[in-house]
């Protein structure tokens, strides 16, 4: 009996510790968010120093692709369009070098923007155009780990069977890679067996890796990660405080990274929410997860967090209301017993501010969705529209196509071949290219009737002329950047659709960007900001 008795004391004292180090943890973390724009005017600071260095080196081309380097791999996990751009700089400095190495390890940066802000198509289409056979290992481990992080991310966000396990398996391929590259006993080592053994689900062999990884790392972004991962094996194995304590390590480390493109306190949301029921706490934390989301620019952050918060805001304002409905019968109750109108008026009054705030929170969060949502969508309402089109237009010519066959063997078996001869001399191919390009023409101001009078705002008058704007109908140089805002950037691709060769592309886009009054490196951003006009 007396070991029995001790045993439930032993218990609760463990989880009455347990309690208080959760509740010191959670104090921890809102110091920190309090004070994360401190670490951001850190990271700001070292931003600002490099950006002094790469403009002041214009004429160092090997220092140009050094800085521009460095300045994408701080604005990586903290800001997706300046990363997108250095990545960019990287690229355009390494082809001019003619550093075919340099060049791979610049599309490999590419591919990592496009999968943080959650384009997996353009991830995978350009990741899989990129040959790392003859590069070295530096470069091979960049390589596979955003490859290894594509799969991995894949899998997660299109969760259906067999296509999950497919990802899952090339994703394990890429982390065997990496694995073989690292140094022994290093922290990134141990963290990639970490993540194989947890994707195998091995799961008690990947938390031994990972707190060996913590217990050496001194990188906060790696510290995060590996927390996070340990957070998540533990909420598997259903040890639920030692859970939420390592998300929370996870979101104090971001914030000491000054980390936007993150998922501790949208996983620390989750749980609590599920887990904890701390309603006040989980919307407090989704909301700052949203902005960091559309700080980053992640569209697939935003579409995660979308999915959990009007939940967690149903939920605070379900509690409010619950709050607000037994207060007014205890109210009622105090008033009918103690005569204290004026009491219970003044109570009542402010919870109903209080749920005039809420709902006041949640129509802006239900605009922000909103938005997030519309920009999504018309990416999709584009393609779909262009497919549609062009669907038609390539029944036409394959009708046309089976007519000429028809002719064809008709002439054949009539051994008509001096008709045969001329028919094909009178064939007018350059009407047809005309008529592709009136289609295409026609096609795109449909979807953006404003395109033309908004090109042409961005040029001083006197230059119209020059660069053919007088009338109303889509340019050689309009049709460049038409495909562009459709989201065509490769002047390859542009090229082959215009019958162009690619220097002729970069010589028109190069011309058309110095004429304007926008910057040239904001020009193309000013061609994507032209609206589409909804269906």
């Not at 951001?40 to 140009?64: H, M």
């Not at 999709?380 to 066959?405: A, M, V």
């Not at 926008?518 to 269906?535: G, Q």
């Amino acid at each position: 009996m007396k070991k029995i008795i001790f045993v439930i004391m032993f218990v609760n004292f463990s989880n009455l510790l347990y309690s208080e180090n959760l509740d010191s943890m959670f104090v921890e973390l809102d110091r920190y968010i309090a004070k994360s724009d401190y670490y951001i005017g850190i990271k700001e600071n070292k931003i600002g120093g490099l950006t002094k260095k790469f403009k002041s080196n214009y004429r160092n081309t090997t220092l140009q692709l050094q800085f521009s380097a460095e300045l994408f791999e701080e604005y990586k996990s903290f800001k997706y369009d300046s990363a997108y751009y250095y990545a960019l700089k990287t690229l355009d400095i390494a082809k001019n070098l003619n550093n075919s190495e340099k060049v791979t390890e610049a599309k490999t940066r590419l591919v990592f923007c496009y999968l943080s802000s959650g384009l997996f198509k353009e991830a995978f289409d350009l990741a899989t155009s990129i040959n790392v056979k003859s590069c070295s290992p530096t470069i091979k481990l960049q390589y596979y780990k955003v490859m290894a992080r594509l799969y991995y991310d894949l899998a997660d966000y299109n969760s259906v069977k067999p296509f999950k396990s497919q990802y899952d398996n090339s994703g394990l391929k890429y982390s065997d890679s990496i694995i073989s590259l690292l140094p022994d006993n290093s922290s990134e080592k141990l963290s990639s067996l970490g993540l194989l053994k947890m994707k195998k689900k091995d799961y008690n062999g990947a938390a031994e890796e990972f707190q060996q990884a913590l217990a050496i790392t001194a990188d906060n972004h790696e510290y995060a990660i590996a927390a996070s991962s340990l957070g998540y094996i533990y909420t598997v194995t259903n040890q639920n405080d030692e859970a939420t304590i390592h998300i929370i390590k996870a979101a104090i480390a971001d914030i000491k990274s000054s980390t936007k493109e993150t998922v501790a306190l949208r996983l620390l949301a989750a749980q609590l929410y599920q887990e904890k029921k701390d309603i006040n706490r989980a919307y407090k934390y989704i909301k700052i997860a949203l902005d960091d989301a559309v700080c980053y620019n992640a569209r697939h952050r935003k579409i995660e967090i979308g999915s959990i918060l009007p939940i967690i805001e149903k939920e605070r304002i379900d509690a409010v209301e619950h709050q607000r409905n037994m207060l007014i019968w205890m109210v009622s109750l105090v008033s009918i017993l103690l005569l204290s109108l004026l009491g219970t008026t003044l109570i009542i009054y402010k919870q109903l501010n209080k749920i005039k705030a809420a709902r006041l929170t949640i129509e802006e969060q239900n605009e922000k969705l909103t938005t997030v949502n519309w920009e999504l969508k018309e990416t999709s309402n584009i393609k779909d529209k262009y497919i549609g089109h062009f669907f038609y237009i390539n029944y036409q010519y394959i009708d046309k196509l089976e007519h000429i066959y028809r002719m064809i063997n008709r002439k054949v078996a009539s051994k008509q071949a001096e008709e045969l001869a001329k028919m094909f001399k009178e064939s007018d191919l350059e009407n047809e290219r005309t008529n592709m390009y009136k289609s295409f023409d026609e096609t795109f101001l449909k979807l953006f009737p404003e395109f033309v009078t908004d090109f042409k705002n961005l040029f001083p008058p006197e230059e119209w002329d020059e660069l053919n704007l007088e009338n109303d109908n889509l340019t050689i140089e309009m049709r460049i950047f038409a495909l562009i805002r459709l989201g065509v950037y490769e002047s390859e691709k542009i090229g082959k659709f215009l019958n162009y060769s690619v220097h002729t592309i970069n010589t028109y886009k190069t011309k058309v960007k110095n004429k304007s009054i926008v910057p040239n490196e904001l020009f193309e951003k000013k061609i994507m900001e032209i609206k589409y006009e909804k269906a």
